[in-house]
């Protein structure tokens, strides 16, 4: 199956600090991909939507400007969490969706990044 | 808006059958499926159901029926490492054509 990979697993950063999480598809082109945030024994909450070459579409509450989103090129995605807060603490996870109908109804995911603001 | 319900926990024993529902109530229905999360993982894909009926892969099975807004996993032949959290998602109709999660179904196999 397709490999998603995330970098970095783990991060620990002091409170209004940015931190930096990247995506990337490894064997396939990504033409959408999707980050989500996930607390404790909770759901996947969809935090936005990128297309390779466009701009993010931001789910409803989500900060565009609080967690930056670039999707260069349809290898690689970054989520950027900036100015921090313990609150932003989560496990945040991306996924990837080929172009090709036949893949279109699986996403695959990367591993996570936990993140934790002190 | 978009919701789904499922049970939050199910518990079982080695070897036998479960059936995990899910209930969605959505706009722009394409299709749905399921995620097995194991703790600190992240989500695989298990399932998608597009029309109406069962879907067979190996020991998981999944159902859906459109007009009921229905669907569900089941899982036999038990084992101690299908102890998980499972998701049922909808994929929408919309601009990216993503998938809304459902809350989630902790299930416990026991020996």
């Known amino acids: 199956g397709a490999v998603v990979s995330q970098h970095p697993s783990w991060v620990i950063c002091k409170s209004g600090t940015s931190v930096k999480i990247e995506c990337r598809s490894l064997d396939f082109q990504a033409t959408t991909m999707f980050w989500y945030r996930q607390f404790p024994k909770q759901s996947l909450m969809l935090m936005a939507t990128?297309?390779?070459?466009?701009?993010?579409?931001?789910e409803q509450g989500v900060e565009k400007d609080k967690f930056l989103i670039n999707h260069a090129s349809l290898t690689l995605s970054t989520l950027t969490v900036t100015s921090a807060h313990p609150e932003d603490s989560s496990f945040y996870i991306c996924?990837?969706?080929?172009?090709?109908?036949?893949?279109?109804?699986?996403?695959?995911f990367g591993p996570g990044t936990r993140l934790t603001v002190l | 808006g978009q919701s789904l319900e499922q049970p939050s926990e199910v518990t079982a024993v080695e070897g036998a059958i479960v059936q995990i529902n899910c209930t969605y109530q959505t706009s722009g229905f394409y299709g749905l499926s399921w995620y097995q999360q194991h703790d600190g993982g992240a989500p695989t894909f298990l399932s998608y159901n597009g029309l109406d009926g069962l879907e067979e892969t190996g020991r998981f099975s999944s159902f859906l029926s459109r007009s009921d807004s229905y669907g569900y996993l089941l899982l036999q032949e038990l084992q101690m490492k299908d102890s998980a959290s499972y998701f049922c998602a909808v994929r929408v109709k919309n601009y990216g054509q993503n998938f809304v999660f459902g809350p989630g179904t902790r299930l416990s196999v026991l020996p």
């Open positions: 990128s297309n390779e070459g466009s701009k993010a579409t931001y």
């Open positions: 996924s990837a969706r080929g172009g090709r109908e036949s893949t279109y109804n699986e996403q695959f």
